[in-house]
């Protein structure tokens, strides 16, 4: 597993609606809002990058010192962004393709308005789960 990892679910208004520490590093106090900064930062990139090309998986499209922003770009402009300090490409698409599936279950729940933070403690559990199988 990384050792430091920050993932999050942007809406396509740019508002996350799910966040998520799963890296095994302890907690900073300021290290969650440091890794929310850099990734709000990649926010402008993954937008650029979106137009330009048709790959869903965006590896390593920003760093900041030995940190690494990936994304993956579903087709309803919703982003799974992950800042991450791992060099396994291939665990994290893995990674990004499981929770985009989990996601899609999440998006079938009638209970569910598309959009809204996901407050699950089941999908929180999973997303951790796979955080710690492919990373």
């Not at 597993?1 to 679910?9: R, V």
């Not at 990936?70 to 698409?93: A, E, P």
């Not at 009638?110 to 951790?128: A, M, Q």
Request: hydrophobic share 45%; proline share 3%.
């Amino acid at each position: 597993m990384a050792n430091t990892a920050c993932f999050m679910i942007v809406s396509k208004n740019d508002i996350p609606i799910y966040e998520a520490e799963v890296g095994t590093v302890p907690k900073k106090e300021d290290a969650a809002h440091q890794h929310q900064f850099i990734l709000h930062a990649a926010l402008d990139i993954v937008q650029d990058m979106a137009w330009t090309t048709s790959a869903m998986f965006l590896k390593a499209i920003d760093r900041f010192n030995d940190l690494v922003v990936s994304v993956y770009i579903k087709v309803i402009h919703t982003r799974l962004m992950l800042l991450h300090d791992s060099r396994n490409d291939d665990g994290i698409k893995s990674f990004f393709q499981e929770v985009h599936e989990l996601y899609i279950k999440t998006l079938l729940n009638p209970l569910y308005l598309p959009g809204s933070r996901i407050t699950s403690s089941h999908f929180d559990t999973k997303v951790r789960a796979l955080a710690r199988k492919y990373m």
